[in-house]
């Protein structure tokens, strides 16, 4: 089985540092062993944002997968892959559409077996509770100020002594 493994740091300086993108790297190289498989290359994401996946790094990754090159994507941890939950789920739909695995070291994930993909698909569905429920609570702790700024109370509204904290 050949993989490629993907290593990303947010910011020049890590990048520059290097200590965690040759950190992230080790653990591919030791994810490859156990699987028994071939390390094609690593990709290297130096100062890229995961917010988006136009990163030069993510583009030479898909042309691997897409040219159905490799059998596996190897990564430290999911997050440094994207923290996008639409956009993890379009990868694992691009990835398995070319038979090709999705294996976190982190999260001790491989997504080439059906329990694989099952904790996958779990986790996604927490994650996006999890950033749906963050939103609701920011919307409720900024509901009563909306309304008192309608109402053209001054802000913050100051209770009398004795009243409420």
Known sequence: ?????????????QADRGVSLDAQAEKIRAMTVVHGAKLVEIIVDGGE??????????????ALVDGKKVQAVIVAKLDRLTRSVKDLCELLERFTRRGVALVSVAESL?????????????MTAVSRWERE?????????????TYQRR?????PVRLPPGHGR
């Open 133 to 145: 429920a963050i939103g609701e609570r920011t919307r409720d702790a900024h509901e009563p100020q």
């Open 110 to 122: 491989d997504t080439g077996s059906a329990a694989g993909r099952l904790v996958l698909n779990i």
């Open 49 to 62: 944002s995961a917010k988006s996946l136009q990163r030069p790094g993510v583009e030479q990754l898909l």
């Open 151 to 155: 109402a053209g109370w001054e802000y």
């Open 1 to 13: 089985m050949k993989a490629v493994g993907y290593v990303r740091v947010s910011t020049d300086k």
